[in-house]
């Protein structure tokens, strides 16, 4: 964070100094674990479900912390407010005022957000210093958190910013104003809180109702949601996709043996030859739309197809591939899941997998409402339709799976319903052979990242391909 007076921190916020100089700096990171402190940070004390950052205060200033943002007395320096989460995001949006020459991109989307995000950091992080969140910190904590990250040298800040209901990126833009706000999609993912596609959308297109002045909203081209957003934005628009009509487009596309992608980057300013070091079809689309945010950001075609082709993964759990040492090769993209990316992370399976066993672990897909069961069932015949070896169904959320893919009568392959992480595991040390592949998701709450991490530690993996 830029070094600022306790008593710009308590106006900034609205709130009032208790026990702290005015005059003393916070110029260390904004941190809300107290064993993240350094010398001179800001301590927020949030209250959890699990634990009150206020008991942590007096550890916090012990370790260095300036002061706390509190919502009482901690017993030492504080800046009191009425609302920690709401005084973090006048905070973040008080440090960006003072940071004018610094470009903001923002990414929102059903599926795709946080690989997207990494991207166009990446290409981003070409041309200046460049602040991005690690993993998915897309809410009304883990945004503010980021942006308080940058400072008077970065240049480029990219958020990601999630939503469960309407409004939600209304609030986040509301600390964070998009110079370029890039829409990826509009799926299925959180269809039980949202309730429709077309409230999704609504919700997704806040996004674009809020860009700064001058600003640019980069669409999907291929979603008819995402492009009927262009009537909903002040700013300019430039589209993405594989339609002949979009802006920035991919065509010659190809996936090598190990489904990455391969294709010529198409501009109005040129082209230029990409090959991705990322997994699936669908990490093309995310190319693309990081490609057009980049270019919205000043970035020539030649560098940014250059970028996107030196660029690594950088969340954990998001199409790891990893292979080991008897040639069984893991996918773990365990972090999350929904009907799209998991019918995506499947293909990428099956294409991976060609002359060799293919087998899935599939946990639930959560926040589905009543739409739930037709979903696991449909991805059950999509597993089955692609001819996988073996599906394995963990929990009894995600049973319809099962049922799905017995419904494919021309399938030979095997399914397995097992109860948790541990019969998954037992289950598939029964049947994998060496040079198998095997692909784990599920949504956050099946935790199924332990049945990769299990399969990787015996036999002794290796980092591969």
């Known amino acids: 964070?830029?070094?600022?007076?306790?008593?710009?921190?308590?106006?900034?916020?609205?709130?009032?100094?208790?026990?702290?100089?005015?005059?003393?700096?916070?110029?260390?990171?904004?941190?809300?674990?107290?064993?993240?402190?350094?010398?001179?940070?800001?301590?927020?004390?949030?209250?959890?479900?699990?634990?009150?950052?206020?008991?942590?205060?007096?550890?916090?200033?012990?370790?260095?912390?300036?002061?706390?943002?509190?919502?009482?007395?901690?017993?030492?320096?504080?800046?009191?407010?009425?609302?920690?989460?709401?005084?973090?995001?006048?905070?973040?949006?008080?440090?960006?005022?003072?940071?004018?020459?610094?470009?903001?991109?923002?990414?929102?989307?059903?599926?795709?957000?946080?690989?997207?995000?990494?991207?166009?950091?990446?290409?981003?992080?070409?041309?200046?210093?460049?602040?991005?969140?690690?993993?998915?910190?897309n809410n009304e904590i883990g945004l503010p958190l980021t942006v308080l990250r940058a400072d008077a040298e970065t240049r480029h800040l990219v958020l990601e910013m999630g939503a469960r209901g309407v409004g939600h990126i209304a609030y986040l833009t509301g600390i964070a104003r998009p110079d370029v706000g890039v829409v990826l999609n509009v799926g299925t993912a959180h269809m039980g809180e949202f309730g429709s596609r077309e409230a999704i959308a609504k919700a997704k297109g806040e996004m674009v109702e809020a860009l700064l002045p001058g600003g640019t909203a980069v669409l999907n081209a291929d979603d008819p949601l995402v492009s009927a957003m262009a009537s909903r934005t002040a700013g300019e628009v430039v589209t993405f996709g594989r339609s002949d009509g979009a802006d920035v487009r991919a065509v010659d596309e190809t996936l090598d043996e190990q489904g990455r992608g391969r294709?010529?980057?198409?501009?109005?300013?040129?082209?230029?030859?990409?090959?991705?070091?990322?997994?699936?079809?669908?990490?093309?689309?995310?190319?693309?739309?990081?490609?057009?945010?980049?270019?919205?950001?000043?970035?020539?075609?030649?560098?940014?197809?250059?970028?996107?082709?030196?660029?690594?993964?950088?969340?954990?759990?998001?199409?790891?591939?990893t292979e080991r040492a008897d040639g069984v090769t893991v996918v773990n993209d365990a972090y999350n899941a929904n009907p799209d990316s998991t019918r995506a992370a499947i293909d990428v399976l099956a294409h991976m997998a060609r002359g060799r066993r293919a087998y899935a672990v599939l946990g639930e897909m959560a926040e589905l409402g009543g739409s739930s069961a037709a979903e696991h069932a449909?991805?059950?015949?999509?597993?089955?339709?692609?001819?996988?070896?073996?599906?394995?169904?963990?929990?009894?959320?995600?049973?319809?799976?099962?049922?799905?893919?017995?419904?494919?009568?021309?399938?030979?392959?095997?399914?397995?319903?097992?109860?948790?992480?541990?019969?998954?595991?037992?289950?598939?040390?029964?049947?994998?052979?060496?040079?198998?592949?095997?692909?784990?998701?599920?949504?956050?709450?099946?935790?199924?990242e332990r049945v990769a991490e299990a399969l990787l530690a015996a036999p002794d993996g290796r980092a591969g391909r």
């Open 1 to 137: 964070m830029i070094p600022l007076p306790l008593s710009t921190i308590a106006e900034i916020t609205g709130g009032t100094l208790d026990g702290a100089p005015p005059d003393a700096v916070a110029g260390g990171p904004v941190v809300i674990d107290s064993r993240a402190v350094e010398p001179g940070s800001l301590f927020a004390a949030f209250r959890g479900e699990r634990a009150d950052g206020h008991d942590f205060a007096a550890a916090a200033l012990a370790a260095g912390a300036a002061a706390v943002l509190a919502q009482r007395p901690v017993g030492g320096p504080a800046v009191l407010v009425g609302d920690v989460q709401e005084a973090l995001g006048r905070l973040a949006r008080g440090v960006l005022e003072r940071l004018p020459d610094l470009t903001v991109a923002a990414v929102t989307g059903s599926a795709g957000k946080t690989s997207t995000k990494d991207l166009i950091a990446q290409l981003v992080g070409r041309a200046g210093p460049t602040v991005w969140p690690p993993g998915s910190f």
């Open 263 to 321: 294709f010529t980057l198409v501009t109005p300013e040129g082209s230029a030859p990409v090959a991705l070091r990322l997994y699936g079809a669908h990490a093309v689309a995310n190319a693309l739309a990081a490609a057009a945010a980049a270019r919205a950001a000043g970035l020539p075609v030649d560098e940014v197809a250059a970028g996107l082709s030196e660029a690594e993964p950088a969340s954990r759990w998001r199409m790891e591939v």
């Open 378 to 448: 449909s991805i059950g015949r999509h597993a089955a339709r692609s001819g996988l070896d073996g599906l394995v169904v963990v929990g009894p959320n995600a049973a319809a799976m099962a049922e799905g893919a017995a419904e494919v009568a021309s399938w030979t392959g095997e399914c397995v319903q097992v109860d948790d992480v541990g019969a998954a595991v037992a289950a598939l040390s029964e049947r994998l052979g060496p040079q198998d592949v095997v692909l784990v998701k599920g949504s956050r709450v099946a935790g199924l």
